[in-house]
């Protein structure tokens, strides 16, 4: 769980600053928007051989 505590003499936007930098160090929102629809697992196999054919393709060129 991702918790910031603000400091005594602390705006609220460095406050909000701060949340938002932990929330994506800690990859939360990439895990909801993975979970939103279900997926089969046909989709999830086409998704990964996708993955896998574009770093592929990528790791030729350098």
């Not at 701060?18 to 928007?33: H, N, P, Q, T």
Request: without cysteine; hydrophobic residues 35%; glycine residues 4%.
């Amino acid at each position: 769980m991702t918790q910031v505590v603000p400091g005594e003499n602390e705006w609220i936007d460095s406050a909000l600053r701060r949340f938002k930098r932990e929330v994506s160090k800690a990859g939360i929102l990439a895990d909801v928007r993975k979970h939103q629809h279900f997926e089969t697992p046909l989709e999830k196999r086409k998704r990964k051989a996708i993955a896998v054919r574009k770093s592929k393709r990528f790791s030729k060129k350098r």
